[in-house]
């Protein structure tokens, strides 16, 4: 399915979208990527969302890409014998590992590698930062925190630690299990929650093993401070802006959102903004102008993906929320002010042959206006350098390798196609302007430019351009 948006919209699938039919109607309503959430979904469920995401591919003719969310740590306060305490500042209360109803001095946090890491100043949120703890003493197995603001601690409530750093890694027994099961569901995504240090992805890289890119999701603060590492060991990167905004002051979310897309962009990773994007569309038929602006922001700040959560989960217009992402990205890309504003945020090429290429690969198509740029990859690297560039003109990537064709649908401007390798360079040519123009990115007289490495199918080689005329026939011209 041809799409002239450049800007990819993953939408997260649950009750209100689980049907063949619903994820169809997703599906041709704009989304590019499935999201499925491992905090509500089982095994069973994760294999029947595959399967049926996979005939709808099929229907469809064109790669979809599933993402597969994995749940992470969830840290939460024990049980107060009456549920809730009413508390005020300046209160003190004891955090321990006594498994006992709490109470308004104490309670429990059956956590003890919390309990191992706080230090003396640190903050303890709770309830998505409802009530904010201070700790004023602490040892081994106990920590006795100060109310700094809030008025009500209850039973099972979340618990963040934007201070501390945990010893343990982002992956839980849950997260383990979940890993393997969505590896050998074939999904094409595995985003990483909670995730500390470079360590944590690069412990998910090594199960991985190249079968699913890794998304590191970036919600916490400990994790801001060493984005460079972690973009660097990352396929991919997630601002994650809900709990990123308990865990930070939530003024400075809009700042760090524009430098990890800038810093991804450096580096030519993906990246998706997500989180309470059209948050009201989950029981309005229409968002709010500020959630619009919003979405505008992220498709000017030149994001690979844009990220759909409860709206297109649970929410009662699904279709509808998908729809008017698409129409603002769509508008947004229009706009007079987007051309100037993505070329200005393009980083400098690695010095390398292969983005020597990407490079003037987009600085011919821009001087000559041509049509597209057809580039062959087999591991997808050619297709994140053309899009690293961000040109004017689409870009169509070619790949014999199903899997690549799919985890490319994350990716700003990459329009894959899944077609045999080329024997030759003539039949290279001639079905670069075949596909083009079957897709409609060109029509007869116009050019295209392809790029790819010779000799053919030798991966990471790019090194080659050629211009060609798209004949009468879709085939090459002279």
């Given at each position: 399915?041809?799409?002239?948006?450049?800007?990819?919209?993953?939408?997260?699938?649950?009750?209100?979208?689980?049907?063949?039919?619903?994820?169809?109607e997703?599906?041709e309503?704009?989304?590019?990527?499935?999201?499925?959430?491992m905090?509500?979904?089982?095994?069973?469920?994760?294999?029947?969302?595959?399967?049926?995401?996979?005939?709808?591919?099929?229907?469809?003719?064109?790669?979809?890409?599933?993402?597969a969310?994995?749940?992470?740590?969830?840290?939460?306060?024990?049980?107060?014998a009456?549920?809730?305490?009413?508390?005020?500042?300046?209160?003190?209360?004891?955090?321990?590992?006594?498994?006992?109803?709490?109470?308004?001095?104490?309670?429990?946090?059956?956590?003890?590698?919390?309990?191992?890491?706080?230090?003396?100043?640190?903050?303890?949120?709770?309830?998505?930062?409802?009530?904010?703890?201070?700790?004023?003493?602490?040892?081994?197995?106990?920590?006795?925190?100060?109310?700094?603001?809030?008025?009500?601690?209850?039973?099972?409530?979340?618990?963040?630690?934007?201070?501390?750093?945990?010893?343990?890694?982002?992956?839980?027994?849950?997260?383990?299990?979940?890993?393997?099961?969505?590896?050998?569901?074939?999904?094409?995504?595995?985003?990483?929650?909670?995730?500390?240090?470079?360590?944590?992805?690069?412990?998910?890289?090594?199960?991985?093993?190249?079968?699913?890119?890794?998304?590191?999701?970036i919600?916490?603060?400990?994790?801001?401070?060493?984005?460079?590492?972690?973009?660097?060991?990352?396929?991919?990167?997630m601002?994650?802006?809900?709990?990123?905004?308990?865990?930070?002051?939530i003024?400075?979310?809009?700042?760090?959102?524009?430098?990890?897309?800038?810093?991804?962009?450096?580096?030519?990773?993906?990246?998706?903004?997500?989180?309470?994007?059209?948050?009201?569309?989950?029981?309005?038929?229409?968002?709010?102008?500020?959630?619009?602006?919003?979405?505008?922001?992220?498709?000017?700040?030149?994001?690979?993906?844009?990220?759909?959560?409860?709206?297109?989960?649970?929410?009662?217009?699904?279709?509808?929320?998908?729809?008017?992402?698409?129409?603002i990205?769509?508008?947004?890309?229009?706009?007079?002010?987007?051309?100037?504003?993505?070329?200005?945020?393009?980083?400098?090429?690695?010095?390398?042959?292969?983005?020597?290429?990407?490079?003037?690969?987009?600085?011919?198509?821009?001087?000559?206006?041509?049509?597209?740029?057809?580039?062959?990859?087999?591991?997808?690297?050619?297709?994140?350098?053309?899009?690293?560039?961000?040109?004017?003109?689409?870009i169509?990537?070619?790949?014999?390798?199903?899997?690549?064709?799919?985890?490319?649908?994350?990716?700003?401007?990459?329009?894959?196609?899944?077609?045999?390798?080329?024997?030759?360079?003539?039949?290279?040519?001639?079905?670069?302007?075949?596909?083009a123009?079957?897709?409609?990115?060109?029509?007869?007289?116009?050019?295209?430019?392809?790029?790819?490495?010779?000799?053919?199918?030798?991966?990471?080689?790019?090194?080659?351009?050629r211009?060609?005329?798209?004949?009468?026939?879709?085939?090459?011209?002279?």
């Amino acid at each position: 399915m041809h799409r002239s948006r450049r800007t990819k919209i993953l939408a997260t699938l649950g009750p209100a979208s689980s049907t063949k039919e619903q994820i169809s109607e997703l599906f041709e309503a704009g989304a590019d990527v499935f999201r499925i959430n491992m905090s509500h979904s089982s095994h069973d469920v994760l294999n029947t969302l595959v399967e049926t995401i996979r005939a709808v591919e099929k229907e469809h003719n064109s790669p979809i890409g599933i993402l597969a969310d994995l749940q992470g740590p969830k840290l939460r306060l024990g049980e107060f014998a009456d549920d809730a305490v009413t508390v005020e500042a300046g209160d003190q209360i004891t955090l321990d590992l006594k498994k006992m109803p709490g109470t308004k001095n104490r309670v429990e946090l059956p956590h003890p590698e919390i309990l191992d890491a706080l230090e003396v100043g640190h903050r303890v949120l709770v309830d998505d930062g409802k009530v904010e703890l201070k700790i004023v003493k602490e040892t081994k197995t106990s920590a006795v925190a100060e109310v700094v603001s809030g008025t009500k601690l209850s039973s099972r409530k979340g618990v963040s630690l934007p201070d501390t750093e945990l010893g343990t890694g982002s992956l839980t027994e849950k997260d383990y299990k979940d890993l393997d099961a969505a590896i050998a569901a074939n999904v094409d995504w595995i985003a990483v929650s909670f995730v500390q240090r470079p360590e944590d992805v690069a412990e998910v890289r090594k199960i991985a093993k190249g079968r699913a890119g890794v998304l590191a999701k970036i919600e916490k603060p400990q994790a801001v401070a060493k984005i460079d590492d972690i973009i660097e060991l990352s396929d991919a990167i997630m601002v994650a802006r809900g709990d990123l905004g308990v865990e930070m002051p939530i003024e400075q979310v809009p700042g760090i959102q524009k430098q990890i897309t800038r810093a991804c962009r450096k580096a030519g990773k993906p990246v998706v903004v997500a989180t309470q994007m059209l948050e009201s569309m989950i029981s309005s038929p229409t968002p709010t102008r500020a959630e619009v602006s919003d979405v505008g922001t992220a498709v000017f700040e030149g994001a690979d993906a844009i990220m759909l959560s409860a709206e297109s989960a649970v929410g009662d217009y699904t279709n509808e929320a998908v729809g008017m992402m698409d129409k603002i990205a769509h508008q947004i890309e229009r706009d007079p002010n987007y051309p100037p504003i993505i070329a200005a945020q393009r980083a400098e090429p690695e010095p390398t042959g292969a983005d020597a290429i990407s490079l003037a690969a987009r600085q011919i198509a821009e001087t000559l206006n041509l049509s597209a740029i057809v580039c062959y990859t087999g591991s997808g690297t050619t297709g994140l350098r053309a899009a690293r560039e961000r040109p004017p003109m689409p870009i169509l990537a070619l790949s014999p390798v199903v899997k690549t064709a799919r985890r490319l649908a994350i990716v700003w401007g990459v329009q894959c196609v899944i077609t045999e390798d080329a024997s030759d360079l003539d039949d290279m040519v001639d079905r670069a302007c075949r596909i083009a123009a079957e897709q409609k990115l060109a029509r007869p007289g116009d050019r295209v430019i392809i790029s790819a490495g010779v000799p053919l199918g030798t991966p990471g080689a790019t090194n080659m351009l050629r211009i060609a005329f798209v004949g009468s026939d879709g085939q090459s011209g002279v």
